[in-house]
């Protein structure tokens, strides 16, 4: 090269060192990435957790208008067989008048079979209802005394504060009776 | 702190040491001979107190650990086997589980000492917001503490904090799931609760050594407000506060005993007695009483954020706005704000009644667009860690230039109503949130975040400077003496 070196080198030192600090800064990042991810991921559930995540339950017993609770993940899954006027009160609702818009259709594959985990969505109390003369709240399904969340007969959120419906987990029907639920 | 001349001490082995590493010469720079204001009330003896409380928590916590077992089916027993069959286990336990309640309360009012005293200010805000970090780090100590013992309480309380997390849009399952260590409560959130219950403790110690380095570093603050100008107005600290800080802990620790020894089940709640019991939860979750005010807080909203709430917040935003500029208070104009106040409140009142749920599940007003955007339990999470927040920035926000609310009339007034709003929000917390409870909350929940967001600021702008005292000697020297001269 022609140019004389007085006059280029610093210039090219600059920009040498920024690249090498960058370098030198990101592969740091990364290492440091690299040590705390672990750290972080040992908190999600363990892989023996993750293996009991499907439970079968059998609903030859229940008969209309009763409702029985499973365990499933370690939380209380609310079955019901529901009665001809709770699956019609639950039909004849206008839904876009709901908070978490949902038809009864879209909640229950099969009408009689209401299945849904029984964690209210406010602040994860498990809702009164299941039981006799339990407190149905003002829509005749599930109440949280919690902090006063009321839930319809297709465990929709009607008043209170809980943002959303009872959450419907993933089930399906084995036989007429049984059900696996996850 | 090794810097500067030395002086040398008679005994040849603390002389020995001191010269290798001058711990004895730090000691009595910072606890001997320190200057300190010479007009301290009983409202200085917290910080002691609760430094005290800190050893007891950590010491008590520490044996108790010897007995205690991490495991969700063996964690409740574990606890009736140190009440039962450990030697001391009963008394142990009562120290630690009272002893929470007592570090609140001297937290409590070493906190609010510095509120009223306007220890936040300059020069101290650091020291204040490294208080405020301790604040919090007690507050997650003492809940997973709480969790511990395993009973229905301790399950239920966890079970409604993690699912704070779930109010976060998007992720907010995950991360609960995450914090949970499963989908749902169960022995892997005890375990982890465990180990950050033992680590948290020490890194409390850690923030308090900054709060005390800090402290030294601007000296104290005082009942005046005014910053020590001469030696007549400070004392050594040994032995007039050392006896000072000795004769209050004794006091305190008093009562605190009595708590352990006679009541020592009157600040818990019965139904931790019962084993947890994840199908079942108990008919009122109330937290530990010194959660209450932000538990209150929390379900306080009963209402989202809807467009009329957004506007009317917007409107305020602007009326408010020359409350936080360096403009001079006589030349913001108060007929505009209150112009804009107005129609700020409207829309306020608009947004909250169209929100209001009646008996009949019908909203009280019915307007187009009043859906809420930002739901309610959303709402309730952010109100309750802006509540703490606010408490991070109050320095920034106040900006008044006397400290004391001795010579702050009007701050005064403020400052002393918060205490009363804060203890209507501990009585709400403890209510079940219905009927009338609903709307206290509410209303004592703004007075306490218009205290701080508005109330500081306005006052900063509008508040009269008052003539402070010329120094500390000479205003303890104008009160009245009563002197009783015994023949
Ligand atoms: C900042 C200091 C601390 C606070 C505020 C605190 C708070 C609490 C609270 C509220 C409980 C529940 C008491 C009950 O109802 O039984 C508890 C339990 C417990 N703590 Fe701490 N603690 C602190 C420090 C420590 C330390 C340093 C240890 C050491 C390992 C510890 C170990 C334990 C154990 C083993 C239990 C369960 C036994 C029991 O429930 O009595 N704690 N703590
Ligand atoms: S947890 Fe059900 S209403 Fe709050």
Known sequence: MSTSPEDTKPVQDETKRDFLYLTAASMGAVAAGSVVWPLVDQMNPSADTLALSTTEADLSAVQEGQSITVMWRGAPVFIRRRTVTEIEEARAVDVSTLRDKETDEQRAKRPEWLIMTGICTHLGCVPLGQKQGDQKGEYGGWFCPCHGSHYDTAGRIRKGPAPKNLVIPPYEFLTETTIKIG | ?487
């Open chain 2, 1 to 487: 702190m090794a810097s500067g001349k030395r002086e040398q001490f008679e005994n040849p082995v603390v002389e020995w040491v001191d010269s290798r590493l001058p711990i004895f010469t730090m000691m009595q720079k910072e606890y001997g001979v320190f200057p300190t204001p010479k007009n301290f009330n009983y409202f200085w003896n917290f910080g002691a107190i609760a430094m005290f409380m800190l050893i007891t928590m950590i010491v008590s916590g520490i044996v108790l650990a010897m007995h205690y077992t991490a495991h969700s089916t063996l964690a409740f027993d574990s606890v009736e086997h140190i009440m039962r069959d450990v030697y001391y286990g009963w008394l142990l336990r009562y120290i630690h589980a009272n002893g929470a309640s007592f570090f609140f309360i001297a937290v409590y009012i070493h906190l609010y000492r510095g509120l009223y005293y306007g220890s936040y200010k300059k020069p101290r805000e650091l020291l204040w917001i490294l208080g405020v970090a301790i604040f919090l780090l007690m507050m997650a100590t003492a809940f997973m503490g709480y969790v511990l013992p395993w009973g229905q309480m301790s399950f239920w309380g966890a079970q409604v904090i993690t699912s704070f997390f779930s109010a976060i849009p998007g992720v907010g399952e995950s991360i609960v799931v995450w914090l949970r260590g499963g989908f749902s409560l169960d022995n892997p959130t005890l375990n982890r609760f465990f180990s950050l219950h033992y680590l948290l403790p020490f890194v409390i110690v850690g923030v308090v050594f900054l709060h005390i380095w800090a402290l030294h570093v601007t000296g104290s603050n005082n009942p005046e407000g005014v910053e020590p100008k001469t030696k007549k107005d400070t004392l050594p600290f040994h032995p007039y506060y050392t006896m000072k800080d000795t004769f209050g802990l004794m006091a305190f620790v008093t009562i605190y005993a009595v708590f352990v020894f006679f009541f020592p089940n009157s600040l818990g709640h019965a139904d931790n007695y019962i084993p947890a019991n994840p199908i079942v939860t108990p008919a009122h979750i109330v937290p530990e009483w010194y959660f209450l005010p932000f538990y209150a807080i929390l379900r306080a909203f009963t209402f989202g954020v809807n467009a009329y709430l957004l506007v009317g917040l917007g409107l305020a935003a602007v009326a408010f706005y020359p409350l936080f500029t360096k403009k001079k208070g006589s030349e913001i104009s108060l007929i505009l704000m209150a112009g804009i106040m107005v129609f700020s409140g409207a829309f306020l009142l608009a947004g909250y009644f169209s929100q209001l749920e009646l008996d009949s599940g019908a909203k009280a007003l019915v307007l187009p667009y009043s859906d809420a955007f930002v739901d309610a339990k959303l709402c309730g999470v952010l109100a309750m860690f802006g509540s703490i927040a606010l408490l991070f920035v109050l320095p920034f926000l106040d900006t008044h230039p006397v400290r004391s609310a001795r010579y702050r009339p009007w701050f005064k007034i403020g400052v002393l109503l918060l205490v009363v709003d804060v203890a209507i929000l501990t009585v709400c917390g403890a209510k079940p949130a219905e009927g009338f409870w609903v709307p206290l909350s509410q209303v004592s929940m703004l007075y306490y975040m218009g205290f701080f967001v508005v109330g500081i600021p306005f006052l900063s702008k509008f508040e009269p400077i008052r003539d402070l005292p010329k120094s500390i000697h000479q205003s303890v020297l104008a009160k009245p003496q009563k002197i009783v001269v015994k023949g």
